[in-house]
Each structure stands twice: as C-alpha cells, then as structure tokens.
Nanobody, 123 residues
C-alpha cells in the first residue's frame, strides 16, 4: 500500500522560505511521477510542480517558476519542494501525490495522495 507523508509546512513571513518533504513508501516508484499540489480555502486544488521518479525533466506551474524547486532523493524515497520568495497568496494546504502518467498536472490523474501540510504566509 502506497503511503505519502508530507512535512515541513508552517507559518512564514512574506519573502521567506520553506522546504516541504514528501516521504513515499509502499512500492517501487521508479516508473512513477511525483507531483505537488495545493489547495487554498474555497478554491480548487491546483498543480504546483511535478518530477519523474527516474530520468526526465521537471515541470512547474507558471505562478511558481523561479521561486519553487522540486527535487528528489532516491536513497530516502523522498521528494522535496523548496519554496523561496513566498507570498501571502501561496497560503494553502500542500499535498504530494503519485501518478503513473508523465508530466501530469491534472489532479484527477493522480492515484495516491498524502494528508497535506499547511503553509501560511503572513504579509
């Protein structure tokens, strides 16, 4: 059974940084893609970034390009989201998820989800 556990959220001032982690377990992920999404109160879940577990390029939503970086650590089975230059509009619950599709930005194409971690950016 696939388990995804996010951590690293918190309260930060505008302009600050956070690094989110997503620890994955339960299967071999070499042929899968890992994604980060976020959901603010009253809004739909939106795509943030994606990275293939094996070779391949990353892909970002336009609103995070140049500020967020998605990376992976094979040894730890963990995917990270480094968030710099945070803005109040980045406030949301951040989720990691797994899909068998490549470069996928649609939430309904993801099969497994973590429980989410809250990120709050104060102005």
């Amino acid at each position: 059974q696939v388990q995804l556990v996010e951590s690293g959220g918190g309260l930060v001032q505008a302009g600050g940084s956070l690094r989110l982690s997503c620890a994955a377990s339960g299967r071999t992920f070499s042929s899968y893609t890992m994604g980060w999404f976020r959901q603010a109160p009253g809004k739909e879940r939106e795509f943030v970034a994606v990275i293939p577990w094996s070779a391949g390029s990353t892909y970002y939503a336009d609103f995070v390009k140049g500020r967020f970086t998605i990376t992976k650590d094979y040894a730890k089975n963990t995917v990270y989201l480094q968030m710099n230059g945070l803005k109040p509009e980045d406030t949301a619950v951040y989720y990691c998820a797994v899909t068998s599709r490549s470069r996928e930005s649609r939430a309904d194409q993801y099969d497994y989800w973590g429980q989410g971690t809250q990120v709050t950016v104060s102005s």
